[in-house]
């Protein structure tokens, strides 16, 4: 009976590695979910150390204009991305499945045209802006807004080759950059700047820093976009569709620029109306939360390109299935790490310097949103990857106004606080709103617990 038990059960371990290794849907998100949840757990920490280090040489004050500068930087690399990142995450999968080699090409060569020349622009604009201001920014703030109006071309650019690697399900390719080389090389940079230099290191040598680290992993991910790309690629004449891709991209534009400054308007705000040890504690804080939807981060990336499969493919009971379970383990596992949080919280907190510990009550509530947004699923992604992106942006832009204007109220009065609870509600907001917009259009449900039964 018990070489019996263990055939069998040898037998189920060998269907098992079978299915996993099979083209169905099932098979291929447990892989992508597999990989992208070993590169972000490495990633994780390698991002935690390389921000553990720079707060330890920084301090608050330092660390708040760093984090400051580079809030605003990624604000403005969306608009000067045109929408284009999320176009190539979308048209790559379809691309790839049809075999439109041509197309494919044309897409990745405009796209690259089209950043280029944007990001170059916003940086000479961002310049001449930095330099009219003059003595109105501190010396520190001006130094690093120059040296980040160089790194904005690299920060719209390695988005681009990531976005087609993942459209091409080379999900582990398309998080090692960002997540894995570009931790390491800023804090390598950073305790050699630290290490070497003559005066001490502040926000602007940190931005210097990142503008390093990016260049090397651009050179990697170009490596890796080439390697990845059929051969048929680039033996086909380019086809473009730029008016098409525009049109698209700049409805994704509104999507991805309102999210994004929906997510860094709080530490723009708290600069500017508390001041930068403040700015620093609270990105420190707002970093520390995102743990909480660390299992959907990992989920979404394997999963937005299959959500424009199945929905271009009418297979919505498949679509319905995948967010079911993804949204039930990403709240699983949020449910836990956000309890964690709150009872370790301060601990955590200090590890990035005395100071931060301040940081607490704003991570308790940032950390609830964050368990909002697990339990709600990929929402943003399953209403952008299936052509409902001037819906999403219209719930955006109501949540952002409503983030602004909480903001702008409770700041002064409540500092960190008010800014972690403007953020909070602002969220929840979007996401419930997002759930119903959802079952209206799709018909299908992206909340726990809800469409377990679909067929």
């Known amino acids: 009976m018990a070489e019996f038990i263990s055939i069998e059960r040898n037998g189920m371990r060998m269907e098992l590695f079978d299915r996993l ?12 979910t597999a990989g992208s949840l070993i ?13 553990l280090l720079l707060t330890r040489l920084l301090g608050a004050g330092g660390y708040g204009a760093y984090s400051l500068v580079i809030s605003w930087l990624s604000v403005l690399a969306v608009f000067a991305k045109l929408g284009q990142v999320p176009v190539a995450l979308r048209f790559v999968a379809a691309y790839n499945t049809s075999g439109d080699w041509s197309a494919l090409r044309g897409l990745l060569l405009r796209s690259s045209q089209l950043l280029g020349g944007a990001s170059a622009g916003a940086g000479l604009a961002l310049a001449a802006v930095v330099l009219w201001l003059g003595g109105r920014l501190d010396s520190e703030l001006r130094r690093a807004f120059l040296i980040g109006c160089l790194a904005l071309p690299l920060m719209c650019l390695l988005p681009m080759r990531e976005a087609v690697l993942q459209g091409l399900k080379k999900i582990v390719l398309s998080q090692a950059a960002s997540r894995l080389i570009l931790p390491v090389c800023l804090a390598a940079f950073a ?7 003559r005066r001490h ?40 569709h730029t008016r098409q891709w525009l049109t698209v991209g700049l409805g994704m534009l509104f999507v991805t620029g309102q999210f994004l400054v929906l997510n860094r308007i709080d530490i723009m705000m708290l600069g500017a109306l508390s001041g930068k040890a403040g700015a620093g504690i609270y990105a420190v804080a707002a970093r520390v939360s995102w743990l909480v939807t660390f299992f959907l981060e990992a989920v979404s990336m394997i999963a937005a390109p299959l959500i424009s499969e199945l929905y271009t493919g009418k297979r919505m009971a498949e679509l319905q299935r995948m967010t079911y379970h993804a949204v039930l383990a990403s709240t699983i596992f949020a449910a836990a790490v956000c309890l964690v949080l709150l009872a370790f919280g301060r601990f955590f907190l200090g590890l990035f310097g005395p100071e931060f510990s301040a940081g607490y009550t704003a991570l308790g509530v940032l950390s609830f949103a964050q368990l909002i947004n697990a339990v709600t699923g990929p929402s943003g992604f399953l209403l952008t990857m299936t052509g409902h992106e001037k819906s999403y942006s219209r719930i955006l832009f109501f949540a952002l106004l409503l983030n602004i204007l909480l903001n702008y109220l409770l700041i002064p009065r409540y500092g960190m606080n008010g800014a972690a609870v403007a953020t909070a509600l602002a969220n929840i907001l979007l996401n419930a709103w997002s759930v119903i917009l959802i079952r209206r259009r799709l018909g299908i449900w992206s909340l726990c617990g809800a469409g377990g039964q679909s067929k």
Not at 22 to 31: E, F
Not at 39 to 51: E, Q
Not at 211 to 240: D, H, N, T
């Open 39 to 51: 590169i972000k757990s490495a990633g994780l920490l390698l991002v935690f150390g390389a921000h």
């Open 21 to 32: 290794k099979g083209g169905g849907l099932g098979a291929v998100v447990a892989r992508g």
């Open 201 to 240: 290191f502040d926000g602007a040598d940190a931005v210097w820093c990142t503008l390093l680290a990016y260049a090397v992993c651009l050179v990697f991910s170009s490596i890796w976009q080439r390697k990845a790309l059929p051969g048929e690629v680039r033996q086909s004449r380019p086809a473009f």
């Open 191 to 197: 305790a050699l700047r630290a290490l070497a230099g």
